[in-house]
């Protein structure tokens, strides 16, 4: 009974051998879902027929092959003319087998050299192989016809089509596998640099060939050069082909985007110059650069900062913390601008969580998880990721040459450029192409009103829907960030994060240094206070530096920094000269003037910094007189204090105390410039002197305590 075929199928029935495990069995009985199995030794067993079925190794032996599943979709793809040889093929092949054009139980009357009851399977082959050569078919002979009944039976319909009809053409044709493998190796050496042409890889074959085979292979023609080069490159590797596609590794797996479900589950930063010309403080005009946080899951905007120059570590760590604290309303703003007003989000439930969304705007406050960030040394800077490690954040670095991994962000970019900045004057257009010959002249805002007009057209862009955000109930309907904030913040919560003035100096990069008996040494300045009396000349009680003291700075304004003494909080030490100094100035302005003021021989370091400060305060004077060189009014401008946007005032003991600042001598650094712990000053060691100049954002002490109170 075994082997008994039912329409084109084998049967498993009573008596029918079958291999199950890799063991011979015969089915001695069956039992609803059940079979009774028996091997050669007289073990037995019940087997469930879908595991029986779904064993890799089942097969009921002595039967024929199973009769492959016609590949339809493939099958459509051939040509017409072989497709219909195909089909003709197809009623032969039937009629060899069972004796019926159309198949078991087709009907019709079968002829007599092909009745399986009274001819082999080997002559009814030679019988139609026969008549296939009467018919016309060319060189058919019963070889042939067996091979195309195996086809059929191992492939279905499409083992029986020519396949000379559907070969594709190869990478390479018929040239050289070695000038194939040359031309790859050169397109994949290329990848990630600026495109050329095809020319231009010519000479790079040549002499990848000339050193691996010493002259043994020989180039193809130019012609011939050029069609290879356009069979085998991939279009994000061609020369020629301007196009950007999702970037692949180098065994070709994609790079899968990530889908955030939930509030703060990724947050893409990124930093780009905007299409619209602002006016800076000394009369120059330029574009501003703006640094955003996009919400993948809401695509809203969680933060943004126009700065007029490179940002840096400091600027980017802190954007971190904004993100954080519910945006205040500016006044004069519309009701609907405000988040206690709002018909979308839930404001009567979220404000007995937390009061400061009273005053907030209308825009939604997320806690990032994690962020995506490019391979910029402002992102991968220790202030940057020591900033996020504080706060809990995960650090997720884009692959180089990426674009697409951080398409949420760049995408948002577009949407400021069309949506908010070509309505602005001084619009410079996407290229230069689309540029007016009057944009500069048009220009009238500063960094400054740009950013009060970007704070407000964010709030109105969260109110706008965006095609990215589907309900799934409702996947015709596009939602606003607002509507897709407060449908996802139900499930997964809201956690207020009250941020300390001293949340914020843990944020600023760090340094490690001693306390000698004039007190800190930091770039030939000295930082002292009667606070550090009782810690002179003593080792701190962190082990792994070597007695040095942790010291927090901000690289904006050098005139004050904060160490870290054994109670655990940061206090503040001023600049023993900062009575005298009314302006902020950076460690770029203090090199510049050590360059130019020369030390006299026997000066000792007091009397050095003393010259310096002179410096410094003449430099100031010359700058409010308009008489500043052009390398000096680029650095006073490149001097801003930090942006830094903490919440209100924290009533427990963390603050940090403001001591008064108190005359105190100088003297020599031990350690100087040893023990740094931030590369926050790579961000701008490529900055040359040659750069626009950009506006200062602000003077006065930088102060969290008292920022924190504005907010």
């Known amino acids: ?83 219909e040889k195909a089909m003709a093929w197809l009623r032969h092949i039937r009629e060899v087998e069972c004796g019926l054009p159309g198949g078991p139980d087709s009907g019709g009357v079968m002829r007599d050299e092909y009745d399986p009851q009274r001819w082999t399977l080997a002559e009814r082959e030679r019988a139609k192989a026969a ?23 191992k492939q279905g319909l499409w083992g029986l089509v020519d396949h000379r009809s559907t070969r594709g053409r190869s990478g390479g044709g018929r040239q050289d596998e070695r000038v194939v493998a040359a031309v790859r190796e050169v397109l994949r050496g290329q990848r990630g640099r600026s495109k050329g042409t095809v020319k231009g890889l010519m000479p790079l074959v040549a002499q990848l060939l000339d050193e691996r085979y010493k002259g043994a292979v020989t180039m193809p023609s130019r012609a011939t050069f050029y069609r290879l080069v356009h069979e085998i490159a991939h279009p994000a590797d061609h020369p020629a082909i301007r196009v950007r596609t999702v970037p692949v590794t180098d065994d070709g797996r994609g790079f899968t985007p990530t889908v955030a479900l939930r509030p703060g589950e990724q947050v893409q930063i990124d930093t780009t110059r905007l299409d619209v010309l602002a006016r800076f403080d000394d009369g120059s005009v330029g ?39 519910p945006h ?15 018909a979308v989000l839930p404001a009567e439930r979220l404000l007995s969580l937390d009061e400061r969304l009273r005053g907030a ?9 994690t962020v995506v960030v490019d391979r910029g040394k402002v992102f991968l800077s220790k202030a940057f990721t020591g ?27 577009g949407s400021i450029n069309t949506l908010f900045c070509q309505h602005l004057p001084g619009y410079t257009g996407s290229d230069v192409t689309r540029r007016g010959k009057d944009a500069a002249r048009e220009a009238c805002y500063s960094v400054a009103q740009l950013q009060e007009l970007l704070d407000e057209w964010v709030v109105h862009y969260h109110h706008r829907p965006h095609q990215g955000l589907r309900h799934p109930m409702l996947p015709k309907i596009a939602l606003s960030p607002n509507q897709m904030w ?9 956690v207020p994060v009250p941020l300390t003035g001293n949340d914020y100096l843990e944020l600023l990069p760090v340094r490690w240094q001693a306390i000698t008996e004039h007190g800190i040494r930091l770039h030939h300045r000295t930082y002292d206070h009667d606070l550090l009396g009782p810690h002179r000349g003593q080792p701190s009680t962190v082990a792994g530096r070597g007695g040095k003291w942790e010291i927090h700075y901000n690289p904006h304004d050098a005139r004050q920094v904060w160490i870290r003494l054994p109670d655990g909080w940061l206090t503040e030490i001023p600049w023993i000269h900062r009575d005298h100094t009314h302006q902020p100035f950076n460690d770029r302005i203090w090199q510049y003037l050590r360059t130019i003021t020369a030390q006299q021989t026997g000066q000792d370091a007091e009397q050095a910094e003393a010259a310096l400060v002179e410096a410094l305060d003449a430099l100031m004077r010359r700058a409010r007189a308009g008489q500043a060189t052009a390398q000096e009014q680029h650095l006073l401008n490149r001097t801003t204090t930090v942006r830094t946007p903490p919440p209100r005032r924290s009533q427990s003991r963390h603050h940090t105390p ?50 924190a109170l504005k907010w």
């Open 361 to 369: 705007a209308a825009r939604p406050v997320v806690v990032p998880e």
């Open 1 to 83: 009974m075994s082997g008994v075929r039912r329409r084109g199928r084998p049967v498993v029935e009573v008596g029918a051998q079958v291999r199950f495990r890799g063991v011979r069995w015969q089915v001695v009985a069956l039992s609803r879902q059940g079979f009774h199995l028996v091997d050669e030794g007289g073990a037995d067993q019940v087997v469930l027929a879908g595991h029986l079925f779904a064993d890799p190794g089942f097969a009921v032996l002595g039967a024929e092959p199973v009769q492959a599943v016609p590949q339809w979709g493939l099958f459509e793809t051939a040509p017409v003319v072989a497709r």
């Open 328 to 342: 205040p309303a500016r006044p004069g703003w519309p009701d609907v601008l405000r988040f206690a007003h709002s």
């Open 287 to 325: 574009r501003p650069e703006l640094t955003i946080a996009v919400d993948v899951a809401t695509r809203a905007i969680l933060a943004g900062v126009l700065c007029p120059a490179g940002t840096q570590a400091v600027d980017a760590a802190l954007l971190l913390a904004e993100m954080a604290v």
């Open 131 to 153: 008549e296939l050569t009467a018919l016309g078919f060319a060189r058919v002979s019963d070889r042939t016809v067996q091979k195309m009944r195996l086809a059929y039976r």
């Open 387 to 413: 900033a996020c490690e504080a706060l809990g954040i995960s650090v997720q670095a884009a692959p180089p040459f990426a674009p697409t991994a951080k398409g949420i962000v760049e995408r948002t970019f």
């Open 486 to 494: 407060a449908a996802l913040v139900a499930a997964t919560g809201y």
């Open 658 to 707: 403001r001591p008064q600042p108190g005359a105190a001598g100088s003297g020599e650094g031990e350690g100087e410039g040893e023990g740094e712990d931030s590369l926050d000053g790579l961000a701008a060691e490529d900055e040359t002197v040659g750069d626009p100049a950009v506006p200062v954002s602000g003077y006065g002490l930088y102060d969290a305590e008292e920022e």
